[in-house]
C-alpha cells in the first residue's frame, strides 16, 4: 500500500506509513441481501434476552453511564472469580490494545507479534512509533521459542491472541506458562483472548488464572465474539491493580456507552445460551472440515468459531474468492496477514453454511 501524502497538516512522524485496518465487507454489489461469513460475528447472535434492554420506555440514553462501570465489573468478578479492582472495562477490546500502546511504546521501543497475528497490534505500535518484530510460527501456530528468542532489551510488550485470529490455533497450557515464567518481568505480556469461550481442548487454558502473582501480564477478553454483542464495541482486561489504574488515567470518563454495559450484563447471566452457542460452533467446525476435505480442501484446525480454507496458491484463492461472492457469498481474503493462499471462513447459521458447502461443491465440479 503505497504511502499517504498530505500537503497542508502533517502529524507526527510515521503515522502516514501505518496501513489502515479493513474490516471485512459486508456488502456484495448486485445482491440485497448476502452469506456473511467475513467477520466472525456469532453465528446465533445475542442472547434473547438483551432484546428487553433494546424496547422503548427503557429512557436510558439521555444519562451519562456510570464511568466505574461498577454492576459489570461485579458481575465479571463473579462470574470468573476473580478481583473486581483488577477488571478494566474498555470500549472493545481494540480500545484496550491502543491504550496499552499509548501508555506504554516509545519511540525505538519493540513489541514481538506472531507472523499472522492480529494487525491492530502492529498498527498501534506503528503508531507510537515502535518497531513490530515478529515471531515465528510452526503449522500456523505461534512459537513459544521464537517468542524467547525475539525478545531484546529493547522490548517492551508481547502481543499474543490466544486463541490466534485469523488461524484460529493456540498455545497450550503448559507452554504458554513455560513462557509467562521466563518472560522478563519488565516487560508487558499481553494475552488477547477473544476467542477463548469457544475452546473445548483440555490442553488449552485462560491466562486469566495466571494473573496472580504476576504484574507484567494483561488479559483481554471481548463480547463481540461467542456474547454476539459486536455492534455495541464493548471488551474487558484482567491485569495488576497498578495496569488497571494506569488504563483508567489515559481513558476517556465514559468509554463504554450505557446501553453496551446493560446488554452484557444481561449477556453475562444467560450462560445456557453461551453453551448453545459453543455447542453450535463445536458442530459446525467438525461438520464443516469433514465436508470440504472430502471435496479436497486443506481445512486448518481451528478451535475458533471460524476456519483457514487453504488453497493450492494465491491465484486458485482470488478465484475462489471472486466465485463465492458472485454467489453472494463473503468471506475473509487474508493477504494482509501474509497468508495469501488461505481464505478465513467464519461459522454462520445452518443455511449459511449448507449454502456455502454447496457452492464450494459446485466449485469443485467445474474445476476438476
Known amino acids: 500500500m503505497p504511502i499517504l501524502k498530505v500537503k497542508s497538516i502533517k502529524p507526527k512522524p510515521g503515522i502516514l506509513s501505518v496501513e489502515r485496518y479493513y474490516g471485512g465487507l459486508s456488502k456484495v454489489k448486485g445482491y440485497k441481501k448476502v452469506i456473511k461469513l467475513s467477520s466472525n460475528e456469532s453465528a446465533l447472535g445475542h442472547s434473547p434476552k438483551i432484546n428487553q434492554i433494546l424496547k422503548p420506555g427503557e429512557n436510558i440514553i439521555f444519562r451519562y453511564p456510570d464511568s466505574s462501570y461498577k454492576k459489570l465489573k461485579s458481575i465479571l468478578a463473579k462470574k470468573h472469580n ?141 463480547f463481540s465474539k461467542i456474547y454476539g454483542l459486536a455492534s455495541l464495541r464493548i471488551g474487558w482486561s484482567y491485569s495488576s491493580i497498578d495496569l488497571c489504574e494506569i488504563l483508567n488515567k489515559v481513558r476517556g470518563p465514559f468509554n463504554i456507552n450505557g446501553i453496551a454495559e446493560k446488554a452484557a450484563i444481561v449477556a453475562i447471566k444467560d450462560q445456557k445460551f453461551i453453551k448453545k452457542a459453543a455447542d453450535f460452533n463445536t458442530k459446525w467446525i467438525s461438520r464443516s472440515s469433514k465436508k470440504l476435505m472430502k471435496l479436497g480442501y486443506k481445512i486448518i484446525p481451528s478451535v475458533c468459531n471460524f476456519y483457514l480454507l487453504k488453497l493450492r496458491n494465491k491465484k486458485q484463492a482470488n478465484i475462489l474468492y471472486k466465485y463465492l461472492q458472485s454467489n453472494g457469498i463473503i468471506v475473509r481474503k487474508l493477504d494482509a496477514y501474509g497468508i495469501n493462499d488461505c481464505l478465513r471462513v467464519t461459522i454462520g447459521r445452518n443455511e449459511e453454511n449448507i449454502t456455502l458447502i454447496r457452492a464450494l461443491e459446485n466449485f469443485t465440479k467445474k474445476n476438476k
Do not use: M, Q, W
Not at 86 to 101: A, R
Not at 153 to 159: P, Q, S
Not at 171 to 186: A, C, T
Open 82 to 222: 476473580i478481583s473486581e479492582k483488577k477488571i478494566f472495562c474498555g470500549n472493545g477490546s481494540d480500545e484496550i490494545f491502543s491504550l496499552i500502546c499509548n501508555s506504554f511504546l516509545n519511540k525505538g521501543d519493540e513489541v514481538v507479534i506472531g507472523r499472522h497475528a492480529f494487525l491492530l497490534y502492529k498498527i498501534y505500535s506503528k503508531i507510537n512509533g515502535a518497531k513490530v518484530v515478529f515471531a515465528k510460527e510452526n503449522n500456523y501456530t505461534l512459537s513459544v521459542d521464537s517468542i524467547l528468542k525475539k525478545i531484546t532489551r529493547k522490548t517492551k510488550i508481547l502481543f499474543i491472541a490466544n486463541p490466534n485470529n485469523p488461524t484460529g490455533t493456540y498455545i497450550e497450557k503448559r507452554k504458554i506458562i513455560n513462557l509467562l515464567n521466563k518472560v522478563p518481568k519488565k516487560i508487558l505480556v499481553v494475552i488477547d483472548e477473544a476467542y477463548g469461550e469457544f475452546v473445548r481442548n483440555k490442553n488449552y487454558t485462560s491466562a486469566i488464572p495466571l494473573v496472580k502473582g504476576r504484574k507484567n501480564i494483561l488479559v483481554t477478553r471481548t
